[in-house]
């Protein structure tokens, strides 16, 4: 396989890319990211981790799960949009993503890691596509009512950082 890096690219504020290829990225000025196909965003070692300028993601409808710490730090990311193949955000996906403030988690998740949306610090809305049948790591019930409001569902997500969500 053919790698692309972009270390050392620190004009590059746009780019369009498979999943495969995420995690060659450095940190750059990049502001705006579309992952047009693959079916996993790589945990982040060289990923997107820290990526300070990147406002704006778009993924591929392929993609199924976002890995560990994939997008981490982008504090200045307030635009993601979660494919409906998604299944799996894992842990610290979008820890410090200090500007993030309304994510829609499509119908096919059914699993959320810890600290996934930790110090998102401006998350006010978090949209379950399907809020029935969540629980936390212990086998405790998420109630639907909590989830079925995006207000109450982020301050949750925000505020319960130790523990992983799965939904039955």
Not at 2 to 7: R, T
Not at 76 to 102: D, G, H, V
Not at 139 to 148: E, F, K, Q
Request: hydrophobic share 35%.
């Amino acid at each position: 396989m053919e790698y692309i890096s972009f270390y050392g690219c620190e004009n590059l504020t746009d780019v369009t890319l498979p999943a495969s290829l995420v995690k060659y990225i450095k940190k750059t000025n990049l502001t705006t990211v579309v992952i047009n196909a693959g079916t996993s965003i790589p945990e982040s070692f060289d990923g997107f981790h820290g990526c300070k300028n990147l406002i704006s993601v778009t993924i591929a409808d392929s993609v199924t799960s976002i890995g560990y710490s994939a997008f981490e730090g982008c504090e200045s990311l307030t635009t993601i949009r979660l494919p409906n193949s998604l299944t799996e955000i894992s842990e610290y996906a979008f820890n410090e993503c200090k500007s993030l403030n309304n994510v829609i988690i499509p119908e096919g998740v059914s699993s959320i890691g810890r600290y996934a949306f930790e110090d998102c610090s401006s998350l006010t809305s978090l949209t379950f596509q399907n809020p029935d049948g969540w629980q936390v790591t212990n086998g405790s019930a998420i109630a639907s009512s909590i989830l079925s409001n995006p207000a109450s569902a982020a301050e949750y997500f925000s505020e319960t950082w130790g523990e992983s969500f799965h939904r039955k």
